[in-house]
């Protein structure tokens, strides 16, 4: 069978979308595959194009279509390889192969270079007295005041000329023409980071960092490229580690990436790898502007730095030498993509990684736990760091009832020994931060006065509270009734479970009007530098209160904090979602970790009313392998990642009937793979579905979902493939659109 190829000509963003088919020769079949750089005829020229896909359908009449020349030999660029890679992300993620491009070549969009223009003396300096002069008597102002400074300095900025010294253009461009001066003009890249200052470097690895930083580079040093899970107790120096590790890459000639899970990270993070490495760090994230993004992406690939710092899209920088990839707070689930196609930054890094022949590091004080397992199954290599910088202390954890407060008689959000706290910090002006795990809107029913949730009676997961007054769980479609007192005790406080960060400000200014306080969640981050002002302000103690959502969380060291208080646990802990508990655990250990990281010991306050639950007893004794052993008996059971794996099939049209008989199709089309495979055959598959989404409609588009559990990861890409082509083939489906996200990382 003939085969034929995809080949783009342009790799720019613009022109990703157009393809031209040629001829695979039979002589070149063994060296074609996707990325290759490739000869091909273009009209009456020769020109070369990457090879995007491979098809056995012509596009086209066969007789008419050219030949591929030859595969170039010289050198391999790296969009050959960030195309390869887009080819897998395809393949193990479920989209078009132009969706998995613009993923991976994400910024390369022309524009418009910075010039610098510098005007620079051509006179000698007898030359220039005697024109000077000249200019002076015939009462040429401009011109004399710019040949007065050019005397004196030799060359000067254009814009120093024109804004500064206030001489014209026109003036200039005279001054050219006579060959007084001549105007240089060189481009000038942006730089995001230019405007930091280095402060130096001096901290040297305790026993227990160095002992890590020795396994990793005597492997990297023997060329034996290794996924490894550090797994450090908060405040125990991973990013000292990291640095270490990275700059035996530079040694060793090499590029390393270091993603963050988000932007409000990088300002801290940055200025310690800054201190280090200066000018050879660069940032990537969503707050650049088009012409920053392309600039980094054009000094990355020009070798200009070494170490690219961003959150999920830094990944696919296009360094040529990539020899080491960190991925910290690696329990994240930002790392996620939630657009086509749904990736994972963890095991596209081991990917890429493994193209390149390179190590991956990922860290984190409470490693998730898919890595942890994959950790004890001996696929990642565990290391721990297990005592905190300068041995001191992790602070002390209270868990406070917020029934027994509903029973004394206090309604507020504020515990009355959290308010006693808070108090105490205002005095001695040390700082407190309240933290509120909110992720979205939690939409769990339960009761203030017992604590009930309402939970599925097949899954173990809260039921999700819907507009129509009903309940459902959004794993296998039971649903019931919102009832209007608790079923357990009867009482009346049963509610949806919402709360927010500007409520906890009105009623923390209210409550201590004295104290001085800043929030910082998305409303008040929207602007470009707004992260950085709100923690520099807080750094600076400019503030004694910091309230915000899990952004503040996340790897910020505030010395002078003391007292962290995280204000409802139960936010996180029954959401409709499997996940629930690893998250709660995760944040409260997180949050706990930003209390006494100076000099002063620490104080931690979390209130719930569910303190008998095993995430907040675990994560008040900072125990994260009781936590794991729990958590993994419960996926066990569940039939739940990482144990068995989880493909959600999201179909969605304007149509509700359609949707509805397109579904079902897909259901009974699964179910028919499934029992003629004999691969599929010898598997325990479960099918669950179709059911309505969390949100059943949004901009009057329905939604259904397919779950899909099986051990296997490699048969739910081929039950994947085999939709994609039957949807191909039926027409049916073109008012259907059908999406795939494998190990969903939040509920639908």
Known sequence: MSKYANIIVDISHEKLDKTFQYLVPKELEQEIELG???????????????????????????????????????????????????????????????????????????????????????????????????????????????????????????????QKLHVPATTVKNLEQQRILKIEVSKEYRNPVNHLKVSGYHLTLNKMQQSVVDVITTNMDANIPRTYLLKGVTGSGKTEVYMELIAHTIEMGKQAIVLIPEIALTYQTVMRFYNRFGDRVSIMNSRLSQGERYDQYLRAKNGDIDIMIGPRSALFAPFERLGLIIIDEEHENSYKSETVPRYHARETAIERARMNQASVVLGSATPSVDSYYQARKGEYELLELTERVQEKPLPSCEVIDLREELRNGNRSILSERLQELMEDRLRKGQQTMLFLNRRGVAGFMSCRACGHVVKCPHCDVSLSQHNNGKMVCHYCGYEETVPNVCPSCGSKYISGFKAGTQKIEEMVKQRFPGARVLRMDFDTTRTKDSYEQILQAFANQEADILIGTQMIVKGHDFPNVTLVGVLAADMSLHVSDFHAAERTFQLLTQAAGRAGRGDETGDVVIQTYNPEHYAVLTAKAQDYESFYEQEIMYRQFGFYPPVWNLLLVMCTSEQEKLLEVMSEKLVSRLQSYIDTDEVLQKERIQLVGPTDAAIAKVNDVYRKIIYIKTKEYKSLVLLKDRLEDYMKDNRDFQNVSVQFDFNPMSGF
Do not use: C
């Open 36 to 162: 290759v750089l490739v000869d091909i005829p273009f009209g009456h020229r020769t020109i070369t194009g990457y090879v995007v896909e491979l098809t056995d359908e012509a596009e086209f009449d066969v007789s008419r279509m050219k030949p591929i020349i030859g595969v170039k030999k010289d050198s391999v660029p790296i969009e050959s390889q960030l195309i390869a890679l887009a080819g897998w992300m395809r393949k193990n993620y479920g989209a078009t192969m132009n969706q998995a491009l613009k993923t991976v070549i994400p910024i390369k969009q022309k524009t418009k270079a910075i010039e610098r223009k510098t005007l620079k003396l051509l006179l000698s300096k007898e030359e220039a007295l005697h024109t000077l002069a000249l200019f002076e008597a015939k009462h040429f102002t401009a011109k004399a005041r710019l040949l007065r400074e050019l005397m004196q300095e030799g060359e000067l900025d254009y814009s120093v000329v024109t």
